[in-house]
């Protein structure tokens, strides 16, 4: 089946540094991919949603300027959450629907830890 | 404001027996309501996807059923397994794969 890649699984990180996500789309082109970010035993929560050559559409209550989205291409949309600290260690999982048969597909997650 | 609960945090099952998941909704009228499975420290996996029309669906041993009415939907999974132990989250969506709404989850454990 279809996959999504992400890159990194994990990354543990200093406080006030910036760290980015990739979500690739290993098989398939991808014209919409979401952006989730899941708390240890709660749900996941969708933080914006990215379209292939346009500006994210960001949730209400997610900063846009402290979690900047690029969708450059097709296949890859990446996460680089700026002046990263230890309240944004999570985990954050994006998912990538497919152009041609609108398929939704989720990437195994990268897990953050600030210190 | 939107509302999605799962009935209960945690579920234990024998194995062998018929897992019952519950997923209770308010403040939403949903055209989809999907079903996922996730195992710890791995992204969704997708199970079934039910529309608002359709009373119930089926996919080997897994059975969903969708109550626009009671605004509650139940998930089955049939002779349980062991390896059936994850979590299962379900989501709403007004169009089939536009922003997912998910439930807070239910870990189920099947105990052999």
Known sequence: ?115 | SQKIEQNSEALNIQEGKTATLTCNYTNYSPAYLQWYRQDPGRGPVFLLLIRENEKEKRKERLKVTFDTTLKQSLFHITASQPADSATYLCALSNFGNEKLTFGTGTRLTIIP
Not at chain 1, 24 to 38: G, H, K, N, P, V
Request: proline share 3%.
């Open chain 1, 1 to 115: 089946g279809a996959v999504v890649s992400q890159h990194p699984s994990w990354v543990i990180c200093k406080s006030g540094t910036s760290v980015k996500i990739e979500c690739r789309s290993l098989d398939f082109q991808a014209t919409t991919m979401f952006w989730y970010r899941q708390f240890p035993k709660q749900s996941l929560m969708l933080m914006a949603t990215s379209n292939e050559g346009s500006k994210a559409t960001y949730e209400q209550g997610v900063e846009k300027d402290k979690f900047l989205i690029n969708h450059a291409s097709l296949t890859l949309s990446t996460l680089t959450v700026t002046s990263a600290h230890p309240e944004d260690s999570s985990f954050y999982i994006c998912s990538a629907r497919a152009r041609v048969t609108g398929e939704l597909f989720f990437g195994e997650g990268s897990r953050l830890t600030v210190l």
